[in-house]
């Protein structure tokens, strides 16, 4: 229906133009180029800052020939001599620059081979925009045969008087090595006198065009390209964000309407289960917050439609005393549950902690059946010997166990379940879209779903990554929390504060309290106990390059050395030691049999232990924000304060010691979610199915535009609400699914 969209490129722009852009851009259709936008605007009055420009990434610049000399090189071999042209450009910045206060590079040196044209046309004091990849030779900027386009004298700008020529912004193209910016924009200029753009259907409703005061499509597609003044292409950009913003909203709305419509099996309350027995014994009384979450979750259960909700809270909010209230309901009910933990440490942490919790309600016995007065657990990960999988596996296939607790292995296809009726998915934030579908697909009906996330998440992330489920919120911690006081430790500037690590340990030991000390690395040669995702990248040109990071086994040798813990207990905890091992050793620091405890993050999730109060992380760089948070709940969890020591060997300003001073600075766990998020890139938050495919214009940013996305999933609500499958909105039906990748848009038909 929108014909001239989907049109092939050579229709309107020729076949060679066509085939040019195939071949570069993989772009074939009008749509496709239209939606081809420029990444950014260079004023044309403005040269590049050269020291701002990244290295090794195509770029386009405007800058002023300084110099242009040729010499000839003699080839050996070659028949004819080689010319060598070398251009220096400058940005007449005099080598200041924003961003990199170090470099003071201002000029770049351009060197052509062969470069007959550019010997002809780059003289000294004109302005050209130049394209290709910036190199550094020795300790100067380089740029190798770029492509270039004289200013002045462009012929494409005839008709325009100099002043409006000045204010035409540049528009910068996503370049490649072969295709130039200007390239791009000359194709692009042809294809906007050519195609129909009135003949475009709108994905906008009429509706919130109006409201908004948007520019119509055909303006926005115009001015987006070929922009007049600077205050065109923000217009045109402001439409289309929000145009991309319904269509994903618009699409997430309809998913939940149809999760809404499906039939799943009704889990109610017996009131007099192994549930009501869980609640008399609970130690504690629950928070304000969980009880209302676990209203919600009771009630959802009992419907006769699939629950899809995501439960967020702050480290320590008590997440698991929830999900497991709700897969006792589930169990009570006759159903099974699956509680899925991101890596095989985590996933056995919580089987320890959960049985702990259900005390004498947990059975492990052989006898088959759901029991009336205890609820069997069991594991099933992917290193368990091949006996213990095999009964672990029929189990969860006899309905013998109520409760399966695993890592992705349970999305396998040999797993299968009696009567699965409810997921729980733990401490994920990188659990998808399409990994939530497949899990769905373990049972015959949907099951209900319940998604945990590490850290509480920004408003906008629940609302795109996890836009298709509801969203509940535990904002208060638990009573007689204390607070935790936390520190970044540099050692290169003042190495004697290793010492005084210890010396502080001491007089937390000596006052009857424990310490935690967590490493990166197990021993010599591992990569320790990282939860794949949470590990943050290694630091950038750090000096802690060659240095060997610090180890269990080697810190629980160096801490035997330390005066300062003469006398204290000190044992090693990680995810290679045997089972039986670790758990003895968690045992033994639970009942405070152990003084300090050196460990990888196996201690992230799962281990509690009200009596510890110190939190010590070695070359903590090494993790990321929500692991550090993570790791820092482990303290302050027994109404006394916590102390967490940040220890870095980084030097200060340091990118990765940023991320530190980050977390020392808040324990506010959205803040520090929404600063971990922002390092990552965009399409790794959103994961494929939602960063969108070649088609999208790829204007949003999940972080930057939120009030956007918030307007727009209200908008979406609202069109769904009142058109549940689009028959009255096809543009937008059909810009879903062009937005969507085809394995979504095939689950979207199927659902
Ligand atoms: P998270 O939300 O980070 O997953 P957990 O579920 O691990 O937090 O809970 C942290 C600790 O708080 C656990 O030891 C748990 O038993 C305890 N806890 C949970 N709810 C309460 C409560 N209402 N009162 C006191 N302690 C609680
Ligand atoms: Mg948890």
Redesign the pocket.
Known sequence: MNAEFDLGLERRIGKRSAAVIEKHLGITTVGGLLNHVPRRYLDRGELTPIADLPMDEDVTLIARVLSTNSRSIAKTQARRALQVTDVVISDESGGTSSSSPHMVASTLKVTFFNGFRAKAELLPGRRAMFSGKVTRFGGALGLTNPDFQLFDDDPEMTGKTPEELAAMPVPVYPATAKLSSWSIQKVVATLLETVDLETLTDPLPRDITAREKFLSLPEAYRLIHTPETSADWPRAQKRFRYQEALVLQTALARRRAEHAGQEATARKPTGNGILAAFDQRLP????AG?LSVGKTLAAELARHHPMNRLLQ?????????VALRAMLQVVDAGGQSALLAPTEVLAAQHAI?IRR?LGTLARDGMLGGLSEDGVHLTLLTGSMSTAAKKQALLDAASGTAGIVIGTHALLSEHVSFYDLGLIVV??QHRFGVEQRDALRAKASQPPHLLV?TATPIPRTVAMTVFGDLETSV?DEL???RAPITTHVVGLTEHPAWWDRIWTRAKEEITAGHQVYVVCPRIGEDDDGDFSPGEAAPPPEGGSTGARELASVTAVVEALALEPALAGVRVAALHGKQDPALKAETMADFAANKINLLVSTTVIE??V?VPNATMMVLLDSDRFGISQLH?LR?RVG?GGLPGTCLLVTTLEQGHPSRQRLDAVAATTDGFELSRRDLEMRREGDILGASQSGGRSTLNLLRVLKHESIIADAREDAQRIIGADPNLSGHPALAEAINEYLNPEKEAFLERG
Request: avoid cysteine; hydrophobic fraction near 30%.
């Open positions: 504690f009384t629950l928070t969980q809270g702050e480290v320590g909010s008590g997440k698991t005393i902690s919790t733990d401490e945990m535990l638990p009573a007689g999730v799962g509690d993570q709940g969890r």
